[in-house]
């Protein structure tokens, strides 16, 4: 039987996979959420999301989709690995996505022409806002951050035709910002922060709850939520990772409940075989 089945839960409630029913929406993954869908509606162009390692672009990127499929006006793509080799490639593969017919187009000026008739087509003609949502965007290369850019000069006099949203690593800021003609035309941006240590308690108990723990039993008391905020500086990945192995801890020592001696003890053993150092967790960096 599963842990989860055994602390009374339907389903794990510290997966790391991405997925949008579990995130908690801290203050400001809501405020990206909500002001992202306000630019995606008003046809603005550019949005760009910031974040360190485990702050939650991934499951906030998998969120913003899950809205959009809940709106009938939106034809969306999303881009999980941007490492494009050249422009055509690039080019190609947005017209696979969103399934334009291309034939053999020979060369990228013919790609690009298409994307731009599929996009007034879509966008003018239908009414559709199509939306492109780009994952990991700090691997993107100088020449596809330049495509973006042209991609963002097809508009109409009151609108873009199509509507780009980039997540990535903070080194995603050093490498637009001297891209002409680029960094101005970001409509939205925001860089997202490590929780605070009462989100960190709320997390802790959203997650738990929608995973079906229905106990008035408090699992993780105050004292182990201080504990776990010190040890992950509220980073979301680094608080379910260290959560989960809590978890299987409580199990395997026949314990019911998460104190703050508790948790010390797991990061003493991390300690020693070499998966924390200073307030990280080696694991979550690899």
């Known amino acids: 039987m599963s842990y989860f089945k055994i602390l009374g839960f339907d389903k794990e409630p510290f997966s790391t996979s991405p997925d949008p029913d579990f995130l908690y929406l801290a203050r400001d993954h809501d405020t990206v959420l909500m002001n992202t869908l306000i630019e995606l509606r008003l046809r603005r162009g550019l949005s760009v999301i ?43 593969y947005l017209a696979r996505s969103f399934e334009i017919p291309t034939g053999n187009l020979p060369d990228t000026v013919a790609l690009r022409e298409s994307l731009e008739k599929y996009l007034f087509q879509k ?39 199509i509507q780009i949203v980039l997540l ?13 003609n680029f960094f101005d035309r970001i409509s939205f941006k925001y860089t997202l922060n490590p929780l605070s240590i009462e989100e960190t308690r709320e997390m802790i108990e ?9 106990s008035s039993m408090h699992l993780f ?60 967790l080696f694991k979550e960096e690899a």
């Open 123 to 161: 966008g003018v003609i239908e009414g559709k806002i199509v939306v492109l949502v780009i994952d990991e965007a700090q691997k993107l290369s100088d020449n596809s951050l330049e495509m973006l850019r042209v991609l963002l000069n097809y508009e109409t006099n009151e609108y873009k035709l």
């Open 221 to 280: 008391l105050d004292d182990a939520v201080k504990e776990i905020y010190k040890s992950t500086k509220g980073y979301p990945r680094r608080i379910i990772m260290l959560c989960h192995r809590l978890l299987k801890e409580l199990i395997l020592k026949n314990r019911v409940v998460i104190d703050s001696v508790f948790v010390q003890n797991m990061i003493h053993q991390d300690i020693k075989s070499g998966w924390h150092r200073e307030g990280v």
């Open 168 to 180: 990535g690593q903070l080194e995603l800021h050093s490498k637009i910002i001297n891209i002409a």
């Open 206 to 214: 959203f997650r738990i709850r929608r995973a079906g723990y229905k």
């Open 50 to 92: 910031l974040g360190d390692v485990g702050t939650g672009k991934t499951s906030l990127s998998r969120k913003l989709i899950q809205e959009l499929k809940e709106r009938q006006d939106f034809i969306f793509h999303m881009v999980l690995d941007p490492s494009f080799s050249d422009d055509h490639s690039f080019l190609d």
